[in-house]
Structure formats: C-alpha cells, structure tokens
C-alpha cells in the first residue's frame, strides 16, 4: 500500500485536503492528534517526558499540562530537541502500525506540518506540499482559531520557512488558494501515483 505525507504551512490547507483523499478512499493518520495521544497513554513516552520535562509536566489526571509543557518547549532549543526526540520516533512506529491494519486503503496518509523536521518523512513513499499564499492563510487561521494576526504570524515563524521548504524534492505540489482547481489536481496526483 502507498504511503503518502502531506504537508505544509499553518492554514494551508493540508487538513481540507486529506478530507478529500479520505473520501477517495484513503486513510488518515492525524500526526497532532496522534501525538497528543501517545504523549498521555504509550508508558514509554510518559516516562520519557517525566524525566527530560520532569513530573509535573502531568496533571494528577494524567493529562499534558500545556502550559508546562509549553514553557519547556520554548525556553531553548535543547529542550525542543529533547523533547522531539521522545515524542517523533513514538508517532513513526505509531503510523507504521497504523499503516498496517489498514491495507485495504487506496493509500494512507500522514498529514504533518513538521513531516520533514520530524525526521518521518522517510517513513512514507511520496511527500506531497500544499501551498496556500500567506494573506490567505492568516485569513483562514483567523477564522478557524480567533487569533489575532500578529499570534498567527509567531505561528509561522516557529515553523520552516517557505524558501526552506521550497528546497525539499516534493512529489507534487497542491495549490490550495481557493482559486486553483483542487479536484483536477488531486486527479492528476492521483494518475502520477498510479492510484487510479
């Protein structure tokens, strides 16, 4: 079965499309939703956060404490590190597996804004990037979060930046700007992935 990674910017668009590949008949692996998951119930990832962040990076109901968690996280890139380093290989095994109990798929998807940073995008056979222009996706992150522009743009600058991601031998790329023609470019994706 083919494995796909999609990613891309803050308010690209990548969720919008993985909706549409699932209702070709492909499967989702949700790489923050997922992560969230793993970080509060796989034993290893729990014991590994308590000893790098310490205890009380857990609440008394075994919940991620975000502001703990956050603190840590950007106080300095060593910590981000190591906190990667725990967290990142957990959802590789986890997509894997999922991969697995889902080979009936027309293909399986790992939608991931940091795929490339993370260190997964090796786990899948095609890389696909959306692309949106930055007006637009500080409009659609207003919209879906109530952020103000200025927290959006903080957002943005914590991830890779579009000239970095440029560099990056991508598949195919989707234009995800409500004008181009999304279904035609899916199809054609879908063509040169010889998935139809």
Do not use: W
């Amino acid at each position: 079965m083919l494995k796909i990674g999609i990613t891309g910017g803050i308010g690209c668009g990548k969720s919008f499309v993985c909706r549409k590949l699932q209702e070709l008949g492909m499967v989702i692996f949700d790489c923050d939703r997922e992560a969230k998951r793993i970080m509060e119930t796989l034993p290893d990832v729990v014991e590994g956060l308590k000893s790098v962040v310490g205890e009380q990076v857990y609440t008394s109901e075994g919940r991620i404490d975000k502001r703990v968690m956050s603190d840590f996280l950007f106080a300095n890139a060593a910590n981000a590190a190591a906190v990667s380093a725990i967290v990142h290989p957990a959802v590789g095994r986890e997509f894997l597996k999922f991969a697995s109990e889902h080979t009936d798929a027309l293909a399986c998807v790992m939608e991931s804004a940091i795929l490339i940073e993370s260190g997964l995008a090796p786990l899948v056979d095609k890389v696909i990037c959306v692309q949106a222009p930055l007006q637009v996706r500080l409009e659609r992150v207003q919209l879906r979060d109530g952020l103000d522009e200025a927290s959006i743009r903080r957002r943005i600058d914590r991830q890779m930046a579009e000239e970095e991601r440029r560099k990056y031998p991508f598949d195919c790329i989707i234009v995800n700007d409500g004008q181009e023609d999304l279904a035609k470019q899916l199809s054609e994706m879908l063509r040169d992935f010889k998935l139809f």
